[in-house]
């Protein structure tokens, strides 16, 4: 496993991190023991940050994370663990809605409460990186929740402040970096969504902002396995994801970007993951990992060579804007 800086926050973090939105249970049936036994694999294959948040499986995700924790300590096995989670906002509209207050949304009462939730849920009496899980571009004004956050870094009950993009508008955490408000910033970035590479990464570099990179492989599809006849357990929340038309169109892109392989020694789900690291702003990416198999497959990308500038290259053509109608399917 390789390390990296977190951005300049004194903190080398290993290449691939922990996403474990998956363990919670939305992701389909997932029994707790494996769940276990893919922290642990990670973790002993040199894993040092984990991504979790409090609306993963309403704390199941965050439970389990600090039983392995707890479980190590106790074992003996020493090494810093870096544990990122998410505070939502408080009930209301997801995303938030631009007319929607921030200092109600995210009052100083909910988020004193809410890290007093999460810390509990994870066994610690401080957070290594609280995120908020989402944001409007209406708040950078007046962006109230950080200045909370901020007193709360002073208290020390959280060690670095951080903000998770809204799909919708990704850009919209530019301003905060640019503003010092957040420490890291964490971010849909993959052969398909291109576009924190326009500005976005550029200036958490400049910035020294830690950069957290989720969804690599779309949600699953980026290693290659689905075709147009997958079809996903109804509590699967990529059947939603993938609902209609989009698994079949997803997978003949993602059988494109297999083309752009073939002879490069690289199987789908390297290059998605090697594709991302090649970008210099990244610290971490963290892929979704259920089991010891995608412990062990995920980790290894770290110890392959970073991919050839070329082949890096070659696949920026597989960017897909998904988001706008203009282009047409
Ligand atoms: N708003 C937010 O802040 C937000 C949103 C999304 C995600 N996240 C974070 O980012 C993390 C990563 O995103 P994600 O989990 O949504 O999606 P992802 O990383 O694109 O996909 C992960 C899924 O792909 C499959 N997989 C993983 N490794 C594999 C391998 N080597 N070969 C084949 N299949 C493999 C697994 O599911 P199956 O085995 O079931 O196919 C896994 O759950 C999350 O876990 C979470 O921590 C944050």
Same mark, same amino acid.
């Given at each position: 496993?390789?390390?990296?800086?977190?951005?300049?926050?004194?903190? +080398?973090?290993?290449?691939?991190?922990?996403?474990?939105?998956?363990?919670?249970?939305?992701?389909?049936? @997932?029994?707790?023991?494996?769940?276990?036994?893919?922290?642990?694999?990670?973790?002993?294959?040199?894993?040092?940050?984990?991504?979790?948040?409090?609306?993963?499986? +309403?704390?199941?995700?965050?439970?389990?994370?600090? @039983? &392995?924790?707890?479980?190590?300590?106790?074992?003996? /096995?020493?090494? /810093?663990?870096?544990?990122? $989670? /998410?505070?939502?906002?408080?009930?209301?509209?997801?995303?938030?809605?631009?007319?929607?207050?921030?200092?109600?949304?995210?009052?100083?009462?909910?988020?004193?409460?809410?890290?007093?939730?999460?810390?509990?849920?994870?066994?610690?009496?401080?957070?290594?990186?609280? @995120?908020?899980?989402?944001?409007?571009?209406?708040?950078?004004?007046?962006?109230?929740?950080?200045?909370?956050?901020?007193?709360?870094? *002073?208290?020390?009950?959280?060690?670095?402040?951080?903000?998770?993009?809204?799909?919708?508008?990704?850009?919209?955490?530019?301003?905060?970096?640019?503003?010092?408000?957040?420490?890291?910033?964490?971010?849909?970035?993959?052969?398909?969504? @291109?576009?924190?590479?326009?500005?976005?990464?550029?200036?958490?570099?400049?910035?020294?902002?830690?950069?957290?990179?989720?969804?690599?492989?779309?949600?699953?599809?980026? $290693?290659? /396995?689905?075709?147009?006849?997958?079809?996903?357990?109804?509590?699967?929340?990529?059947?939603?994801?993938?609902?209609?038309?989009?698994?079949?169109?997803?997978?003949?892109?993602?059988?494109?970007?297999?083309?752009?392989?073939?002879?490069?020694?690289?199987?789908?789900?390297?290059?998605?993951?090697?594709?991302?690291?090649?970008?210099?702003?990244?610290?971490?990416?963290?892929?979704?990992? *259920?089991?010891?198999?995608?412990?062990?497959?995920?980790?290894? &990308?770290?110890?392959?060579?970073?991919?050839?500038?070329?082949?890096?290259?070659?696949?920026?053509?597989?960017?897909? *804007?998904?988001?706008?109608?203009?282009?047409?399917?």
């Amino acid at each position: 496993m390789r390390f990296r800086p977190f951005g300049k926050h004194g903190f +080398n973090c290993s290449e691939i991190g922990f996403g474990a939105w998956a363990i919670s249970g939305s992701w389909g049936t @997932q029994a707790d023991g494996d769940s276990l036994a893919a922290l642990n694999r990670a973790l002993d294959l040199g894993v040092n940050f984990i991504d979790t948040a409090a609306g993963y499986g +309403n704390g199941r995700s965050e439970r389990l994370i600090g @039983q &392995v924790l707890r479980d190590r300590a106790a074992a003996g /096995k020493s090494g /810093k663990v870096f544990v990122a $989670t /998410k505070t939502p906002p408080a009930p209301g509209n997801w995303p938030p809605s631009p007319y929607d207050r921030a200092d109600e949304r995210y009052s100083e009462a909910y988020l004193r409460a809410n890290l007093t939730e999460r810390c509990a849920h994870l066994g610690v009496e401080r957070i290594d990186l609280l @995120q908020l899980h989402t944001w409007t571009r209406a708040w950078n004004r007046q962006p109230t929740p950080f200045q909370v956050l901020r007193a709360l870094q *002073r208290e020390g009950r959280i060690g670095l402040i951080g903000i998770s993009t809204p799909e919708h508008d990704q850009n919209s955490v530019i301003d905060l970096m640019r503003g010092g408000w957040v420490d890291s910033v964490q971010v849909i970035y993959n052969l398909f969504e @291109q576009e924190p590479a326009a500005e976005l990464l550029d200036v958490a570099r400049e910035c020294g902002v830690g950069v957290i990179v989720r969804v690599a492989f779309d949600e699953g599809a980026l $290693t290659g /396995k689905f075709t147009a006849e997958t079809r996903f357990a109804p509590d699967d929340f990529r059947a939603k994801y993938f609902e209609g038309d989009r698994l079949a169109r997803t997978v003949a892109r993602t059988a494109a970007i297999a083309s752009d392989l073939a002879g490069t020694g690289y199987a789908l789900p390297s290059a998605a993951l090697q594709w991302v690291l090649a970008h210099p702003a990244v610290s971490v990416v963290i892929p979704g990992i *259920r089991s010891i198999a995608q412990a062990e497959a995920n980790c290894g &990308v770290s110890d392959l060579p970073p991919m050839p500038p070329a082949l890096v290259e070659k696949l920026r053509r597989h960017q897909w *804007r998904r988001g706008l109608w203009y282009g047409g399917k």
